[in-house]
Nanobody, 123 residues
Framework: QVQLVESGGGLVETGGSLRLSCAVS????????MGWFRQFPGKEREFVAV???????TYANAVKGRFTISRDDAKNTVDLQMYSLMPEDTAVYYC?????????????????WGQGTQVTVSS
């Protein structure tokens, strides 16, 4: 059974930082692509970042230079370090696992999802 559990969300002021973590069980994450998505109220989930099996990384333009995705193979976790947060980053953040490990930038690429963690940035 594959489980993804996010943690680290919360309330932060504009310009602040948060670190999200996703603990994975049932799969060894360095064999797959691991992504972060976010969802605004009433919107589809949008791509934030991915770290692929090879270690290559892609970021959405909206977060490039502010967010950093990383993988800890020993802990089987993937983190999203977020800096310079803005109110428009307020969303529910999800981690996801892509078994096919392709481009891995679309919601449909992923087979497994966490339950999400709320990030709220106050102005």
């Amino acid at each position: 059974q594959v489980q993804l559990v996010e943690s680290g969300g919360g309330l932060v002021e504009t310009g602040g930082s948060l670190r999200l973590s996703c603990a994975v069980s049932g799969r060894t994450i360095n064999r797959y692509a691991m992504g972060w998505f976010r969802q605004f109220p009433g919107k589809e989930r949008e791509f934030v970042a991915v770290i692929r099996r090879s270690g290559s990384i892609t970021y959405a333009n909206a977060v490039k230079g502010r967010f950093t995705i990383s993988r800890d193979d020993a802990k089987n976790t993937v983190d999203l370090q977020m800096y310079s947060l803005m109110p428009e980053d307020t969303a529910v953040y999800y981690c996801a696992l892509d078994e096919m490990s392709g481009t891995s930038t679309k919601q449909g690429d992923y087979e497994y999802w966490g339950q999400g963690t709320q990030v709220t940035v106050s102005s």
